[in-house]
């Protein structure tokens, strides 16, 4: 285990390979763009299935990648073999283990996200055709927000009793998440989209794919925009929840935002494979919220009840486990639909 001011992949060393993960995240988005999604179209069941098929494949690359990275780089590093009883093969099997854990804990996470993706498409009346283009502006959103709020964890989590900050913090909002009633946002009660509306006209009819049109000479913002904005602002209330839930599993800012990003960059293509079946998987609530209540306890309580760090592949397995049982129990038990006039 590293001392408490120690980490395996600090900034100021390991800034070039972070640098290259950027720029190959850029790479894959401007493609994603203006390659493989240029003309406006509406995704296809087959097409989101490629395409979770894809990314999912990819963060498991990167997994593999990250895992032989760190056993070649780490023996290489004077100050972690300075470090008394490191074990550099140990430690890349450990890195590798937080990567999968932290992916699947924001992977799971964002089914919220694709419950808000799907009754604002619905609430603004989005055709289908330009759902990913609002969707890629909101995940590019997404990963900025998450950079901020990574940057700022991994300042905080120095301090040791921001620890039991974040653990009480996800355990209170695993209960709520449990118990609260559910109900849909209201876009028109967001204070952002009102403070928005106050400033710039907004059309009530779509022109084409654009996020802005000048009508008599005057700048107006369009519904597309609107959708953007609400993503936009709906996510920073999900990184509150879903940032320190990584934190739990590790301590390194790297794993953090490398495991969210690939988690982020595959959200659009769930969208679509999943949309008209969110209803289904009505346990999963039930499933995140023990998800969080478990990666709270694991930060105030369970890694201190076993020398300092809770083993990381029973954290996947209980959390695969509870994501399994949700997903097996929705499909085998389906909710009763409700008369209509009930």
């Known amino acids: 285990m590293l001392p408490a001011n120690e980490f395996l992949f600090p900034i100021a060393e390991y800034w070039p390979f972070l640098t290259g993960f950027i720029l190959f995240v850029v790479v894959l988005l401007v493609l994603d763009l203006t390659v493989f999604h240029r003309k406006a179209h509406a995704v296809s069941m087959r097409?989101?299935?490629?395409?979770?098929?894809?990314w999912v494949s990819l963060a498991i690359a990167f997994n593999i990648g990250l895992y032989f990275y760190a056993q070649s780089s780490f023996p290489q590093n004077?100050?972690?073999?300075?470090?008394?009883?490191?074990?550099?093969?140990?430690?890349?099997?450990?890195?590798?283990?937080?990567?999968?854990?932290?992916?699947?804990?924001?992977?799971?996470?964002?089914?919220?996200?694709?419950?808000?993706?799907?009754?604002?498409?619905?609430?603004?009346?989005?055709?289908?055709q330009y759902q990913h283009?609002?969707?890629?502006?909101?995940?590019?959103?997404?990963?900025?927000?998450?950079?901020?709020?990574?940057?700022?964890?991994?300042?905080?989590?120095?301090f040791h009793w921001i620890i039991y900050v974040f653990g009480a913090f996800l355990i209170i909002t695993g209960i709520r998440m449990a118990f609260a009633e559910e109900h849909a946002p209201d876009p028109d009660k967001n204070p952002l989209i009102r403070l928005f509306r106050r400033y710039m006209p907004v059309t009530s009819e779509f022109h084409g794919q654009k996020f802005f049109v000048r009508l008599g000479g005057v700048l107006h913002a369009t519904p597309l925009f609107i959708a953007v904005l609400f993503l936009e602002a709906t996510d920073v209330v999900?990184?509150?929840?879903?940032?320190?839930?990584?934190?739990?599993?590790?301590r390194e800012p790297m794993i953090v935002f490398t495991s969210n990003i690939f988690a982020i960059l595959g959200l659009r293509?769930?969208?679509?494979l999943l949309a008209g079946a969110?209803?289904?998987?009505?346990?999963?609530?039930?499933?995140?919220?023990?998800?969080?209540?478990?990666?709270?306890?694991?930060?105030?309580?369970?890694?201190y009840a076993f020398d300092g760090h809770f083993p990381i592949g029973w954290s996947l397995g209980i959390i695969g486990a509870i994501l399994g049982v949700a997903v097996v129990g929705s499909l085998l038990?389906?909710?009763?639909?409700?008369?209509?006039?009930?």
Do not use: C, H
């Open 333 to 342: 038990f389906p909710r009763q639909k409700q008369p209509k006039g009930e």
């Open 278 to 303: 969110m209803e289904k998987f009505y346990l999963l609530k039930y499933g995140l919220a023990l998800i969080l209540i478990f990666v709270g306890l694991k930060m105030t309580w369970l890694d």
């Open 78 to 128: 004077e100050r972690l073999m300075a470090i008394p009883g490191f074990d550099p093969d140990k430690a890349a099997k450990q890195v590798a283990l937080e990567f999968l854990t932290g992916y699947i804990i924001e992977e799971s996470l964002s089914v919220d996200n694709i419950f808000v993706f799907v009754v604002v498409m619905g609430y603004f009346a989005i055709p289908a």
């Open 133 to 158: 283009r609002v969707l890629f502006l909101g995940i590019l959103g997404a990963i900025i927000f998450r950079g901020i709020f990574i940057s700022l964890g991994a300042l905080l989590i120095q």
């Open 47 to 54: 097409e989101a299935g490629l395409w979770v098929v894809f």
């Open 269 to 272: 293509a769930l969208y679509f």
């Open 238 to 250: 999900f990184a509150v929840d879903s940032v320190p839930a990584i934190f739990a599993v590790t």
